[in-house]
């Protein structure tokens, strides 16, 4: 029986080569048996860069011409040529054709003596689709068990191959001991080779999965990151898609949605380059079928003038129809993959759509948030600071001050939910300007005493003397970081030292690289908890209740990246902390010191009488109205109130005001609309918008030229910031008078 199948495929091949051969199969018809052997070989070892439709079409040629070799080189050619053809569609996830495909081969090799090494390949590809494809691990099973008990002298790799296989099966079919055991052994011979990627890629996804039945989570993920690393950095798409989704559904199923949603946009990634990568082999396909059209034109005209016209009648008939039968195939494929590419590129657009719309939305309701609190925290802050100059009783001072410090630290809170939601909408970018970088490391040090103090720290400074005074760069966001890793240094420390340290410095042209160090010799973070405490709202200890809200770590490492760095950490439980991360500066080139100074003294000349001055605030807050009423007070200026911007544009045409402070959101007219009709009839007046809110968009239409405004503040505010951005306006209009 197996000889008559055997037989009828044979006959089956032995008719179409006689009637429809291929357009493409002159250009193997003269290759010797070992020549298209190593074309075979060599097709399945690149088949990523040479495409799938590319090596179906070679294939396809090859089984074509085979039957010019004797029956053992036909059978093993074929046998060859279908198992290939079934691991094209069984990547394809065209199961049921990968099964035909391989049932085929299955017949060729079995007429075959010898070639147990490919008997065991094409056995062991039928068990990966009843695995992968029918869900049937029990058929599965029973087809490799049988090759692997009835197989002698196996080749190291083919043997780790069908163990690799029965592990999977084994943990479809529970039985995780067995299962684990050889996956052990796959990873250490895989591991041994490069050549092996993809079998070691399938033994981490299943260390992945063995880990995640039994809920060790923590080894789950890093063997999906392991898999997914490898899937990466060898344009594995397809591959590396399972992986991430497989990962993605572990993180939602252990809560860890903020890192489900960054892997989901991961997969997508992915699966937008599978769908381009794809669609590179069809526009490959054409191409080559655009070539071939032209190589055989010259073969039938070669044909033409060596035969008779007869025979070139027949041949025009036979061309013809293998041309039809061509483009018919090539229609019906085309609409296939094209009807595919149509439903994936759908599918794909769809979920960007929703990806865009959840992230508006998020950033939306964040900044929302975010503006809604800082608006009565002002007030508490602006409140407090003026109780504190007013209120002296050692008793009630303590309570005023306590009132302050928690005031400042939920303003802290609330800047961190801020400052995460702009980085993630890509929001933050790096400023440059001149600085004084031995100022800002003895500022920070000075703010940071009376905290360090209290935990009965100190803090020490030690800044190298090669490092050059004036950089160019965004101190404001160097600040930051060093903000948060010394409070956050200083929570985990008690009656101990904290180092700040600005080392090793590498001056090459006109640009330094620092060496920045924050030391504790606190408590010490678990090496376990290393890399995670720079996630989201991840925390070292989730029972200790001191740790915040998980943000500050997390600002600090995109910060540093931001900078071009990369933070790392050195700790030990009982010894401390060492974060450290080096930033390459611009050198200011000029003497800009000296220049600051000539500057600063310009721009923020102290005035003379604050009182000669008539301030107008336009706030429909009021207790925002008390606070910066009486926060100007405390300097001597004179100031009037509006409840609202249309009040604001009435008094400005009646009265003469120095400057005006201008609120952003409020009833009946908004600052916005107001300053532009101001400045329809006042141009000249400092007009200094105070808003809550300092999303990338507010910012842009404060400083836009056609918005009327002179500058901006946002709130709440430091007092000496104030100050100095109110009087370096008045002495800009007096300089500009004069």
């Known amino acids: 029986m197996k000889s008559i199948k055997i037989a009828k495929h044979f006959i089956c091949f032995l008719c179409l080569n006689l009637f429809f051969p291929t357009l493409y199969a002159y250009q193997y018809e003269e290759m010797s048996f070992p020549e298209l052997e190593c074309t075979i070989i060599h097709t399945e070892e690149h088949l990523n860069s040479i495409g799938r439709a590319n090596s179906v079409m070679l294939i396809e040629n090859i089984i074509d011409i085979s039957s010019k070799f004797n029956t053992q080189q036909e059978y093993y050619l074929k046998g060859y040529s279908y198992n290939l053809l079934g691991k094209i569609h069984f990547l394809n996830k065209e199961y049921k054709k990968a099964l035909k495909e391989y049932k085929i081969a299955e017949l060729f090799i079995k007429e075959l003596e010898g070639h147990s090494e490919l008997i065991i390949d094409v056995n062991n590809n039928i068990a990966l689709v009843y695995l992968e494809g029918f869900n049937k691990p029990a058929r599965a099973l029973k087809r490799i068990k049988n090759i692997y008990e009835s197989s002698e002298n196996l080749d190291k790799y083919y043997k780790h191959s069908l163990e690799l296989n029965l592990a999977n099966i084994y943990l479809k079919t529970r039985n995780y001991r067995k299962a684990y055991r050889l996956l052990k052994k796959c990873q250490k011979y895989f591991s041994q080779d490069s050549e092996h990627i993809n079998e070691l890629l399938i033994t981490y996804l299943g260390f992945g999965e063995y880990y995640k039945i039994h809920n060790n989570y923590n080894s789950a993920i890093r063997h999906f990151e392991e898999a997914a690393s490898i899937a990466e950095k060898n344009k594995m798409f397809r591959q590396a898609m399972t992986i991430y989704k497989k990962y993605e559904e572990l993180l939602v199923k252990i809560g860890r949605q903020d890192r489900a949603y960054a892997i989901l946009k991961k997969y997508t990634k992915h699966h937008e380059t599978a769908l381009e990568t794809e669609k590179l082999e ?36 036979i061309l013809c129809l293998i041309l039809f039968c061509f483009f018919i195939y090539n229609h019906r494929k085309t609409k296939v993959l094209g009807e595919s590419l149509a439903l994936r590129n759908k599918e794909l657009k769809i979920s960007k759509e929703k990806s865009d719309r959840l992230a508006a939305v998020k950033t939306k309701f964040i900044s929302t948030v975010s503006h809604e609190l800082r608006t009565p925290l002002y007030g508490v802050v602006g409140l407090s600071s003026i109780l504190m100059e007013r209120i002296k009783d050692e008793e009630n001072h303590k309570f005023i001050k306590l009132m302050k410090f928690s005031a400042d630290h939920l303003l802290n809170l609330i800047n961190d939910v801020l400052q995460v939601t702009k980085m993630e909408s890509y929001e933050i970018s790096l400023d440059k300007a001149p600085y004084n970088i031995k100022n800002l490391a003895d500022d920070i040090k000075n703010s940071f005493e009376y905290q360090a103090d209290k935990n009965g720290n100190t803090l020490h400074l030690n800044f190298d003397k090669n490092i050059p005074n004036s950089l160019i760069g965004d101190q404001v966001r160097l600040s930051q970081i060093f903000i948060n890793l010394i409070s956050n240094a200083n929570k985990f420390t008690k009656n101990g030292n904290i180092w700040l340290n600005f080392i090793n410095p590498v001056i090459i042209d006109n640009k330094v690289k620092i060496t920045f160090e924050i030391k504790d010799d606190g408590r010490g973070i678990p090496v376990d908890k290393q890399e995670l405490i720079f996630d989201k709202f991840s925390q070292a200890d989730a029972k200790d209740h001191t740790t915040g809200t998980g943000l500050g770590l997390n600002i600090v490492k995109k910060l540093v990246n931001l900078h071009g760095g990369d933070i790392k950490i050195k700790s030990k439980p ?6 450290y991360f080096s930033i390459s500066f611009e050198v200011d080139p000029a003497n800009k010191e000296e220049n600051n100074i000539i500057n600063n003294s310009k721009d923020c000349i102290p005035l ?10 336009v706030e429909d807050n009021k207790i925002n109205q008390i606070v910066t009423q009486n926060v100007l007070k405390t300097k001597g200026y004179r100031s009037q109130i509006a409840d609202d911007g249309l009040i604001a544009v009435e008094m400005s045409k009646s009265n003469s005001y120095d400057l005006i402070l201008m609120d952003l959101n409020m009833p009946n007219m908004g600052g916005m609309e107001a300053t532009k009709i101001i400045r329809e009839f006042n141009p000249n007046i400092p007009i200094i918008a105070l808003t809550a809110s300092d999303t990338q968009d507010t910012v842009q239409a404060i400083l836009n030229p056609d918005s009327g405004f002179s500058d901006f503040l946002r709130k709440p505010y430091k007092n000496q910031e104030f100050f100095n951005k109110i009087e370096s306006n008045l002495n800009r209009t007096i300089s500009k008078a004069s």
Do not use: P, W
């Open 608 to 617: 003379l009488n604050e009182e000669e001055y008539t301030i107008l605030i």
């Open 282 to 317: 069809t526009n490959q396909f054409k191409d080559k079928l655009v070539v071939s059209n032209k190589n055989n034109s010259i073969q039938t005209q070669k044909a033409k003038q060596s035969q008779t016209v007869s025979i070139f009648t027949l041949t025009l008939l």
């Open 574 to 579: 009982g010894e401390g902390s060492n974060f």
